[in-house]
Nanobody, 119 residues
Framework: VQLVESGGGLVQAGGSRRLSCAAS????????MAWFRQAPGKEREFVAAISWSGGSTYYADSVKGRFTISRDNAKKMVYLQMNSLKPEDTAVYYC?????????????WGQGTLVTVSS
């Protein structure tokens, strides 16, 4: 499956941004999806995940209550709504897919989209 993220850009602290990830080349509903991020000079970290039907979601403590992951299986899309953004949310955000929910390693990755939060 191929994944393409979009929606990154510059946003002021306290603002909102919605990231999108378009999937192609597979049966989208067979994949659990996730968002990760990598800040400059840091390791890539888990942000959020969603089950195949969207019935279950999981979040890193650092974004819980501020970010919302969702998916539209008919459109083969997954979204990350980010609210109350902070400068520490600045990172390249990656979409990932795997047949398993919350695997140790995801099989498929997008190229990433940069989100910069200014203070």
């Amino acid at each position: 499956v191929q994944l393409v993220e979009s929606g990154g850009g510059l946003v002021q602290a306290g603002g909102s941004r919605r990231l999108s990830c378009a999937a192609s080349g597979g049966t989208f509903s067979s994949y659990a999806m996730a968002w990760f991020r990598q800040a400059p000079g840091k390791e890539r970290e888990f942000v959020a995940a969603i089950s195949w039907s969207g019935g279950s979601t999981y979040y890193a403590d650092s974004v819980k209550g501020r970010f919302t992951i969702s998916r539209d299986n008919a459109k083969k899309m997954v979204y990350l709504q980010m609210n109350s953004l902070k400068p520490e949310d600045t990172a390249v955000y990656y979409c990932a897919a795997d047949p398993d929910l919350l695997p140790a390693e995801y099989d498929y990755w997008g190229q990433g989209t940069l989100v910069t939060v200014s203070s």
